[in-house]
C-alpha cells in the first residue's frame, strides 16, 4: 500500500494531487483542515491535509488485463489424432453442477409449456409472453387461472375477447402488487437513506430524489455521504450539491455522521449516500452500520439495476437483510426489455417499489411509481399479432 500526504488550500486542490498522483482507484484514509504560518500565532493560513493511499497491485491488474486483452485470439483447430492412449481428465464437479441446473431449468421450461396447454390459445399467448419477461411459473400459473374464470363471461368476438384477457391480464399484475407499499419518499422521516452494491447508480438516484425535494417541494436539504472509498464518488455528489446549491458533509465514522447530524439540525432532510462495495462481503453491511444510525428517524431504500441476474438481486438483499428496507429503487430501466425479476422480487419479499429510473439526467429519469404500472410494464410490448409471428 502505498500511502502519501497532500497539503492544499482547497480540498478541489488536494483532490486534484491525489487524482494525479494515484489516479481513480485512490483510496482517501483522511482529511482535516490545519493551519500554517503567520507571526506570533496570527495570520495563520488555512489549508487542508489529505492522506490517500493506492494499492500498487490494482495497477498491475490492470496492465495485465489490458495485455490479455491484446493478444490476438488463436482459432480452434480440429485435434489430430493420435495412437497414444488417452490419459483420463478428473472429473470437473462444478461444470457438472452447472450442467444439471440447465438441464433442470430447460425442463422445468418444457413442464410450464405443457401445462399451458390446457387454456385457451389466446390466454396461452398471454402465459407465454409472461414467461418470456422472466416472471416465475407459479405466478403466470395464477395468471392463467384468473384469466380463465374471466374468459367464461366473455360472450362478444375474437377481438373482443383479447382485448378483455389483455385488460384482465394487466388486472391481475395490479392486484398481485397492490398490497405492497408503492410511492416514492414519504417525507414522513427526516433522513432519507440509499444503499445497494457498486455500479447501480446510488448518487444519481439520490441526487434525482433531492432534486424533488429542492425544486418542487422548496424544502431546505443536505447531503451526507459515507463513500470516501472512492474520490470519484465524492466529487459527482458535489457537483450535484453545487447544481442544487445544498451542503455536503463527507463523514468517515459514527463520530462525524453525529457531528453531521447536528450541522443539520435545522433541516427539512438528510439525503444520505453510501459507498457501492462487493454485496458478497458481509462486512461492507457491517461497515455501514458503524457509520450510519439506521434506527434514527430514518427512510431507507435499496437500490437494485434491473440488468442484473435475479438472483444476484436476491443475493444483494440478503447480505441486506439486517438493515430494515422501506422500498426498492430499481435503476436502468432503459437498458432492458425484460422485468419479470422485478415482479418476483417484490412480491417474494412482500417489499414495494419507490422508483424507476432511465437514464442518467437530473432530475429527469426518475418516475415514481404505482400498482397499476406493473402490469402496463410487463405487457406493453405485447400484442397478439406479434407473439403469433
Known amino acids: ?18 487524482r494525479n498522483d494515484l489516479g481513480e482507484d485512490a483510496v482517501i484514509l483522511n482529511s482535516k483542515v490545519t493551519h500554517s504560518g503567520g ?53 470437473n464437479e462444478d461444470s457438472v453442477h452447472k450442467e444439471l441446473k440447465e438441464l433442470k431449468k430447460m425442463i422445468s421450461s418444457f413442464k410450464s409449456s405443457n401445462e399451458f396447454e390446457r387454456y385457451d390459445s389466446s390466454i396461452r399467448e398471454i402465459l ?36 378483455s384477457l389483455l385488460k384482465d391480464a394487466k388486472h391481475f399484475l395490479k392486484n398481485t402488487v397492490s398490497d405492497l407499499p408503492m410511492s416514492g419518499i414519504s ?8 444503499i445497494g452494491p ?8 439520490l441526487a434525482k430524489m433531492a432534486a424533488e425535494a429542492v425544486i418542487e ?24 450539491a453545487g447544481l442544487l446549491n445544498v451542503p455536503v458533509e463527507v463523514v468517515y465514522k459514527l463520530e462525524d455522521y453525529q457531528k453531521a447530524i447536528e450541522k443539520f439540525k435545522d ?24 457509520v450510519i444510525d439506521f434506527k434514527c428517524d430514518m427512510e431507507t431504500f435499496l437500490v437494485l439495476s434491473l ?40 412480491t417474494e419479499s412482500k417489499t414495494g417499489i419507490a422508483y424507476l429510473t432511465t437514464g442518467q439526467d437530473v432530475p429527469e429519469d426518475i418516475t415514481e411509481v404505482k400498482a397499476e404500472d406493473i402490469g402496463e410494464l410487463l405487457l406493453k410490448g405485447f400484442s397478439y399479432e406479434r407473439s403469433s409471428l
Not at 488550500?9 to 488536494?14: G, I
Not at 457498486?198 to 438516484?205: A, D, F, L, P
Not at 459515507?226 to 466529487?235: G, K, L, M, P
Open 1 to 18: 500500500m502505498k500511502v502519501i500526504k497532500y497539503v492544499a488550500p482547497t480540498m478541489n486542490e488536494a483532490m486534484k494531487k491525489v
Open 39 to 91: 507571526v506570533f500565532g496570527l495570520f495563520k493560513k488555512k489549508m487542508v491535509e489529505v492522506i490517500a493511499a493506492v494499492d500498487p497491485g490494482i495497477e498491475k491488474e490492470k496492465a495485465e488485463m489490458k495485455r490479455l486483452r491484446s493478444q490476438p485470439v488463436i482459432p480452434k483447430t480440429t485435434p489430430i489424432k493420435e495412437d497414444k492412449p488417452r490419459i483420463k481428465q478428473p472429473v
Open 128 to 163: 407465454i409472453h409472461l414467461q418470456c419477461q422472466g416472471i416465475n411459473e407459479s405466478l403466470i400459473l395464477q395468471a392463467g387461472d384468473y384469466l380463465e374464470d374471466g374468459l367464461k363471461s366473455v360472450k362478444e368476438g375474437h377481438q373482443e375477447l383479447r382485448d
Open 187 to 194: 417525507y414522513k422521516k427526516k433522513y432519507i437513506n440509499v
Open 198 to 205: 457498486t455500479g447501480v447508480g446510488k448518487t444519481t438516484t
Open 217 to 240: 417541494k422548496k424544502m431546505k436539504v443536505g447531503f451526507i455521504t459515507t463513500d470516501t472509498y472512492r474520490i470519484a464518488a465524492i466529487e459527482q455528489l458535489k457537483t450535484y
Open 267 to 290: 433541516f427539512d432532510h438528510v439525503f444520505i449516500d453510501t459507498a457501492g462495495r462487493n454485496f458478497r462481503e458481509k462486512k461492507y453491511v457491517e461497515d455501514l452500520q458503524t
Open 307 to 346: 440488468t442484473s441476474k435475479e438472483s444476484d438481486m436476491k443475493e444483494i438483499i440478503r447480505q441486506f437483510s439486517s438493515i430494515e428496507i422501506d422500498r426498492f429503487i430499481f435503476t436502468k430501466l432503459d437498458e432492458t426489455s425484460s422485468y419479470g425479476s422485478m415482479v418476483n422480487i417484490i
